[in-house]
């Protein structure tokens, strides 16, 4: 039993945290700060945690799914354990693959302004980003769901 809480704990402090990070805290910095640079700092700050935090989250999940506890029906873990992968990979392609790209066209730029190329690369860039982390969260809501049928 202590196995099956602390998964959908883990769980719950994984999604809760995407869920905080990307769709309160982000829009909220971009909403109240009036320097775009200054909030697109800090957003990057906070999604590196974010991404580190969801990294160990995967890691645990991933080993606590190995563990085979008396009420689990094996077609239910296998599909959890795959839940968690995909949402692993997630943070991997989505901060690990393209994030490093988007920071240096912001590099690149001269004094904060971007050339028209690069903000359209990094708009293109930022797209795919927040596509993935969509897809991400919405994973993890299924992911918490699942979980809770093995109470």
């Known amino acids: 039993m202590l196995v099956v809480r602390l998964r959908l704990l883990i ?5 809760g945290s995407l869920w905080t990070v990307g769709y309160l805290v982000a829009p909220t910095l971009f ?3 009036a320097d775009r640079m200054l909030a697109g700092t800090i957003a990057g700050s ?5 991404a580190w935090l969801s990294v160990a989250c995967g890691i645990a999940l991933i080993m606590l ?3 085979r506890t008396h009420d689990d029906a094996a077609p239910l873990r296998k599909t ?7 949402m692993l990979v997630c943070t991997l392609v989505g901060y690990f693959g393209i994030q490093p790209f988007m920071a240096d066209l912001r590099e690149a730029a001269v004094g904060g302004v971007m050339s ?3 903000k359209t690369r990094f708009g293109i860039l930022h797209g795919v980003a927040s596509g993935i982390y969509l897809i991400q969260s919405l994973l993890g809501v299924g992911l918490i769901l ?3 049928s093995l109470r």
């Open 11 to 15: 769980a719950t402090l994984w999604v």
């Open 31 to 33: 909403a109240t700060l």
């Open 46 to 50: 906070v999604f590196r945690i974010e």
């Open 65 to 67: 799914f190995s563990y």
């Open 80 to 86: 959890l354990l795959r839940l968690a992968l995909a």
């Open 116 to 118: 028209a190329d690069a």
């Open 146 to 148: 699942r979980l809770r």
